[in-house]
């Protein structure tokens, strides 16, 4: 079976990594400490933690670190 390249949005997958990330550390974690993981510029995770904070995937606690949102636990 030929394998077919499947056309993907790229921001949308780098999203979905880090909110896989976010939950696999289990804990609070910053823009920091999630873009040294997922090797992407920090810059790129901050506009996609606000993105998510902003449609509430995710929330941003007083210390500035990430937690799951209320819309991932529906």
């Not at 949308?12 to 289990?26: F, G, P, Q, W, Y």
Request: glycine content about 4%; hydrophobic content about 45%; overall charge positive.
């Amino acid at each position: 079976m030929a394998t077919q390249e499947i056309n993907t949005i790229r921001v949308l997958e780098r999203a979905l990594i880090v909110i896989d990330l976010l939950k696999a550390a289990n804990r609070p974690i910053g823009v920091n400490e999630l873009a040294k993981l997922c090797n992407y510029g920090p810059s790129t995770v901050f506009r996609i933690m606000k993105t998510l904070e902003k449609n509430h995937w995710v929330r941003q606690l007083q210390d500035d670190k990430y937690i799951l949102g209320e819309k991932l636990f529906f």
